[in-house]
């Protein structure tokens, strides 16, 4: 549920390669505002799923908590239990040609076979690339990742000691510290410098308190060069059953990640001060908020009203970035609505990005701006976004 934050967050360790993607990133949500030029310019980020399994067992995913209620659930579940090598190597050859930036993020791609030789495929082709991990495999995955050619790793966690713990199960956060300080170890051994390392924080009812603890913990123990620190995303069962009344043609939608917490317990006046002592205490460049929400008053919207959507969101996710599982299926992103657009493994990746399926969703979600399904996504508040409770300010919260 923090892909896309975690990698914004990771977005200032880059290579050459990734000046394209901004590029065509950019044209790609000029073109979602202005017009449907239906996928004229390619796509700047490319997620990944190469595997549909995870070996968490998180509080707060439909994944983890294996809710087949779950739109997303069944999405990310289905194919093939890990994409073949050979599909990833004939897409890093098509990709190539217009070098997106690839993030491999699920569902936990460590439980791949071959994960290291994956990313080597895409790395030694040019192409930028991250991977979202919950850091479980790490000790035992971190040489061949190291010298991969990875751009970033991402390595989520929900607290210190106990707290994670609690939220993904017993033990687990000594084994993720443990491989972050094998991968620093292994990647010194780089000439380069290796990969960069980014930890991912996402607030939730559960772990609400932990962020300033988290953010000393590892910026202190210099485990990674940032903390990306993400609201949580999720459908509540109200907005599901809006979308699926009115835009049920397009796709079916449910409640997502809200089985196992609940978003409007939030203590958003105790959030609005802990987000405010750590805007006072770590520089922009060390600590990063997903989206730019910080305000009690944009904070009591956005976790007690979640079915409104909030001022100035937007998705333009269709028109500079896809998703691909396990078996091939493109769909649009991984947490929305099910809406297939076609398949990898019975055409190119650009004739389905350009087809008459992708040119309909974008169509229709031009017209409307936002499907209730996306009130609460990482795709509805693009990097731009600055929280609303602000006013005219210029002012900016952690970048």
Known sequence: ?????????????????????????????????????????PPSVIKLYVTNRCNARCLMCDLGRRDESST???????????????????????????????????????????????????????????????????????????RSGLTS???????????????RGTGIYDQVIEGL???????????RGGPGVVVSFCITPLNQGEVVKLAERILTDKLAERLSVTHMYFVSEEAGQAHSRDYGHIG???????????????????????????????PSDRVTLTPRIATR?????????????MR?????????????????????????????TGNVTTAPFLTVWRGDRMKTFRRELRRVGLFPACYRCCGAFPPSYQDPGNGRSKRRWIR
């Open 72 to 146: 997303f659930y069944r999405q990310a579940s289905v194919g093939t239990p890990e994409m073949p090598v050979s599909l990833c190597w004939r897409l890093a050859e098509e990709f190539a040609s217009f070098r997106p930036r690839i993030q491999v993020c699920g569902v936990e791609p460590l439980l791949h076979g071959d994960i290291g030789g994956v990313i080597q495929e895409f790395a030694t082709r040019g192409l930028e690339t991250h991977l979202v991990t919950n850091g479980i495999l790490l000790l035992a995955r971190a040489p061949a990742l190291a």
């Open 252 to 282: 079916m939608s449910s409640r997502v990640n809200v089985g196992g917490v609940d978003p409007i317990s939030m203590d958003v006046d105790a959030l609005a001060h802990e987000l405010s002592v750590l805007r006072r205490r770590f």
């Open 181 to 191: 300080r094998r991968f620093h170890e292994e990647r010194r051994q780089d000439e």
């Open 297 to 309: 008053e944009s904070l009591a919207h956005y976790y007690r009203d979640p079915d409104r959507p």
């Open 1 to 41: 549920m923090r892909c896309e934050s975690a990698h914004r967050g990771a977005g200032r360790i880059r290579s050459r390669a990734g000046i394209l993607p901004r590029i065509t990133g950019a044209i790609g949500r000029l073109s979602g505002r202005l017009g449907d030029i239906s996928g004229f310019c």
């Open 312 to 340: 100035g969101s937007r998705c333009l996710v269709p028109w500079f970035s896809s998703t691909i599982l396990t078996d091939g299926s493109v769909v649009v992103h991984n947490r929305c609505f099910p809406y297939l």
């Open 153 to 167: 790793l991402v390595v989520s966690l929900d607290g210190v000691g106990e707290m994670h713990d609690a939220v």
